[in-house]
């Protein structure tokens, strides 16, 4: 199935159902709810907001840039020079410069996968923009985004991205209080199960959404390897859309999460019996008007 967006023909996730560092900072310039262009189908009124939304974060920029006494081009003069072809020689996201598809995740190496997220964020917002969306930046965009949860939710944990060592070892495994039960504000849907706490695992599963899901993984053994998984949830140069999870609100809630199909069909033992994210997953594909991926009944707890 696939949609038209404007002179672009892409798969199902469109700029309207997909959660993204696009809309990242938009967001920030939102005063109320005219300016919330969520849920919006119509194309044009979509535009219109975000471009509002747009002009206001360029005044807000201009007017900082004035306290700074540095000059500042007309969003819309900039727009115009990039569709002209007159962009600077120092526009590092010109129509010839390479993007930065490679986000080098699961590889233990946590500035390298700093500066590769930053540029990411940079080179796509900027295509965004300019009004030149790249259809191969799906994928990345996709797991950028289950990326940046997980941050989140290490951050929550206060695990300080230690997920990002390769050798790293679960603070909830190390710790005999179980890291304090994860704090007591710590959302329900990320405290850790017994298994977390007595199994020695990596603590990117820790971040994990469902408790069901991380039960699983840590079920399949000690001969595991689970850096096949952790490449298809947020890596980019390993699979495909369709083989990965899809995050569009709260990273600690299940609901907010979808199960790909492929992803579904070459990991059904990491989710099986989920059934929260079975739900949300039906409930993520009924909104673009896609059929459910899961039978009801796999969708009520057992």
Known sequence: MSKNID??????????????VLSVRLQNEMHGRDDDW??????????????????????????????????????DAESEGVRQGSRGPDTSCSETSEPP??????????EKTQRSLARFEDYAYSRFLEGSPRTDLLL????????????????????VNQWLQ??????FF???DGKQAAVPTCPANLR??????????????????DPRMRNNILL???????????????????GKQSESLIVWGDPCNPDSWEIGEDFYKKWPSVVQGCHRLFKATNNWRIRRGERKLFPDTLCIPR
């Not at 119509?42 to 306290?67: E, F, G, S, V």
């Open 7 to 20: 002179h672009l023909t892409i798969g199902v996730y469109d700029d309207i159902i997909l959660p993204s």
């Open 38 to 75: 969520s849920g919006t189908t119509d194309p044009a009124k979509r535009r219109k907001i975000q471009n509002r939304l747009h002009q206001r974060a360029w005044r807000r920029r201009q007017m900082m840039q004035r306290k700074l006494g540095v000059a500042s081009k007309d969003p």
């Open 101 to 110: 598809i490679d986000l080098w995740l699961c590889l233990g190496d946590v």
């Open 140 to 159: 990345t965009l996709i797991k950028f985004n289950v990326f940046r949860a997980l941050m989140a939710n290490d951050k929550t944990l206060g695990f």
């Open 166 to 171: 390769g050798e790293a070892i679960s603070p």
């Open 174 to 176: 190390r710790s005999h």
């Open 192 to 209: 850790p199960t017994n298994l977390q706490l007595t199994v020695e695992h990596h603590p990117w599963i820790d971040l994990l959404p």
């Open 220 to 238: 399949l053994g000690d001969d595991y390897d689970d850096g096949p998984l952790c490449h298809d949830v947020v890596d980019n140069r390993h």
